[in-house]
């Protein structure tokens, strides 16, 4: 078993990738359920083009995704700029550049899973939270919100899963730096790359489909969970 | 406390246009589906946003599209129960209760007593359950509490007995007639069964495609055969305020008294001296010219005819006057004119106590 045991450089690589996916998730979240709200319950002009955004990082090619964010969130790049001058962020070849790919790539995934949990609340229920006293907010936050958490746990699961996965935006924005960027799939990849690196892939891929594995039943329990609560 | 509404508003073909103006206890809105009840409570509730309308409930405009007034739903006041009790499944029947206390006015959460109104609606043993395992009944029952508690000006009801089967429905209305005599809230009611109508109602407005047909106390819109839906017209009746005089256990009777004389009914639960509202309907009052003797039916009460009329069909409506109340009949056109009925004339109004179910009398 002793081909089993993962470097030091390799557990870099694991921890970093959980890293990323998690911060990625928890940050984009946020911005997921506003945007999928938008998207399942306003009629504005624009509301095409907000979609075919949003769902432009699931139809490019990863590396043209890469390169755009390389492009605007870049030192030179005019937001990437602003942001080092105006609160010294900095994306480019940092781990919160993988982070920042790995979200974009992630998005439409996630905001897909939560526009049909927003499409199943029963917006009697909200007419009647109104009627009790409840302003929009608050009928939002203490009716829609709740009643849409199986979505949201979904669309998290779903997006922290490709956040772990990301390879060709993450590598094509921030490259394959050891430590900093190199997450498990540039891992992988780079251990693919030498003679003699098919142990250290193999080991990496075991630990990437126990990680998911591990996401998944995770979300599932905690689903039903949730479903058990709605349904007794 | 006064509801005053004038309502323009048109939805694809549908146009309402309504008026009227109710006061305290019970108004029910009554009419066929279709006829834009449920949209005139919308509107009512804020849930629809009207072309023109004026609206005033208790001296507050709550809609004035003239003067660009409109009052979101949630600062109304306005209480609603829906034909589906619409719970929140993911919270308790107590937070379902509690939550719209947080959103009233300070000083007022507790205005209306949370232990009261569990009392009332008997739905103590229910506080810690979830919503998906209530039966139809108990749901509507926590609807209307969760509505009560949230201490509303007006309480709107539109239906809130039709999705539930025979049994359920009689075991809310005791509660609704509670509610009726014992908050001071005024409750607008929507329904289009005569039956529900006539227990609970003080006053009606009837609608008929989008259009007021009639507005007035209970008893009188409730005589009117031509203004009830086609299938409900059986149901047409008086209603007569009667006092208990006395039970008779021995045949599971009561004994009543009006202005009229002297009723039997079958065992009604209420005390001695207490007013129960009894609906008689017209299809069971049977008319003879002389004093009947050696009958069944055990209510003959001595009336004058007030008014006939008589429609295309075979029938006729007679209206009757015994003391201050008011009965009405109908008969056959053949037996009124066999009878040579004429207004003033006397006559003896034969009711049978069996026809007195348990639904119509409380």
Sequence with gaps: MEWMTLSPEEWTAVRLSIRVSFWATVVSLPVGILVAHVLARR???GKTLLNGIVHLPLILPPVVTGYLLLLTFGRRGPVGSFLDQAFGIVFS???TGAALAAAVMAFPLMVRAIRLSIETVDRRLEAAASTLGANPLMVFLTI?????????IAGAVLAFAKAMGEFGATITFVSNIPGETQTLPSAIYTFTQVPGGEAG????????IVIAMAALIASEIFARRVGRRLAA | MTIAMEVKHRQGDFLLAASFASGDGVTAFFGASGSGKTTLVNILAGLIRPDHARIVVDGRVLTDTAAGVNIPVHRRRIGYVFQEARLFLHLSVERNLRYGRSF?????ADAVPMEDVVEMLGIGHLLARRPASLSGGEKQRVAIGRA??????????DEPLASLDGPRKAEILPYLERLRDESRVPIVYVSHSVAEVARLANEVVVLGEGRVRAAGPADE???RLDLLPEGERAEVGALVALTVVAQDPAFGLTQLSSSAGNWVLPRVDAAEGSVVRVRVRARDVMLAVGKPEGISALNVLE????ALSTGEGPETVVRLDSGSDRLVARITRRSASELQLVPGQRIYAIVKAVTFDESRAR
Excluded: D, K, Y
């Design chain 1, 144 to 152: 829609t919100l709740p009643l849409m958490l199986p979505g949201i």
């Design chain 2, 221 to 223: 819109v409730l005589q």
């Design chain 1, 43 to 45: 009629e504005f002009i």
């Design chain 2, 303 to 306: 009336c004058t005819v007030a």
């Design chain 1, 93 to 95: 070849f940092r781990w």
């Design chain 2, 148 to 157: 009560l508690l949230a201490n509303p000006r007006l309480i709107l009801m």
């Design chain 1, 201 to 208: 892939a193999l080991r990496l891929t075991l630990v990437s």
């Design chain 2, 104 to 108: 009233a006015p300070r000083g007022e």
